[in-house]
């Protein structure tokens, strides 16, 4: 988007507002998008991805500094494959975008990281991945970590296996093992855990999405399809956070 256009967009007045540090976005009906335009999936899938680059630059501009987009579990292999194809070809066309507009990638601060399984990924993929992590390496304005062939349960057994093998080599004893340990092996180790989730499309679920971590999230949901998201959800989300009262098993 160009900046003259960003610039008059409406922008959250986030004064008096209690903002989420970390925000998680399940980017769901893309697909029933498509269906009710008589469309192929992709096309829901492209819309899909242009509203993914439109919240992501949003939420950053009005200060949300970690953000956590889930883009392809680990179950939605088990799709056609040619809608899986249409998919790992959009995040190759993202990835390479980066090469195109480093200049706009300086503004932006974006330090991206990518967090999932990679061994199942296209080797080109894999490599393109490296190279948007090395080059955002220095970037500190917003975190925004891409879950790509990402399965929660699958990143809690790697942890495990983690802390399997410090006990086993005699690091650790099984009596040490604690919380932060567990996080540590996560793939999001060093940040905040989500303080909000999104999930659009009319489903109540978490379907996988960063399980460990949205212990005490706080989640947000709506009928509208993530292609058709817009800036104004993302600042209903926001308020709906900002007047909730997180107690952590305490007492309000
Ligand atoms: C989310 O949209 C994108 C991915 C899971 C890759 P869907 O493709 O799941 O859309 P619906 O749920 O079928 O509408
Ligand atoms: C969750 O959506 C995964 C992503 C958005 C990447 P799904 O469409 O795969 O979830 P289910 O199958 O409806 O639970
Ligand atoms: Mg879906």
């Not at 990281?113 to 080797?123: E, H, K, T, V």
Request: some cysteine; proline content about 4%; aromatic content about 10%.
């Amino acid at each position: 988007m160009c900046c003259a256009r960003r610039e008059a967009e409406k922008m959250l007045d986030t004064t008096n507002i209690n903002l989420p540090r970390h925000v998680g976005v399940i980017m769901d009906g893309n697909g029933r998008w498509a269906k009710k335009r008589g469309v192929p999936r992709w096309e829901g899938h492209r819309e899909g991805a242009r509203v993914f680059r439109r919240i992501g630059e949003y939420a950053a501009d009005i200060g949300v500094k970690y953000l956590t987009f889930y883009a392809f579990s680990t179950e939605n292999w088990s799709r056609p494959p040619e809608e899986v194809a249409a998919i790992m070809q959009l995040f190759r066309e993202y990835l390479l975008e980066g090469d195109e507009r480093i200049k706009e990638n300086e503004e932006k601060g974006m330090r991206l990281r990518f967090i999932g399984d990679r061994s199942g990924l296209p080797a080109d993929i894999v490599n393109l991945i490296e190279k948007a992590e090395r080059e955002s390496a220095d970037k500190s304005r917003v975190y925004v970590n891409i879950a790509l062939n990402y399965g929660g349960r699958d990143e809690i057994v790697g942890s495990v296996k983690k802390i399997a093998q410090k006990v086993a080599c005699g690091e650790m004893k099984p009596d040490d093992i604690t919380q932060d340990d567990i996080s540590g092996g996560l793939y999001t180790a060093g940040q905040p855990d989500p303080d909000l989730i999104i999930r659009p499309s009319g489903e109540y679920r978490i379907s996988n999405f960063l399980l460990w971590q949205s212990a005490y999230s706080e989640f947000w949901y709506s009928d509208v399809l993530w292609p058709d998201f817009t800036t104004d959800d993302f600042d209903r989300a926001v308020l709906a956070y900002s007047g909730r009262n997180r107690r952590f098993g305490n007492i309000g």
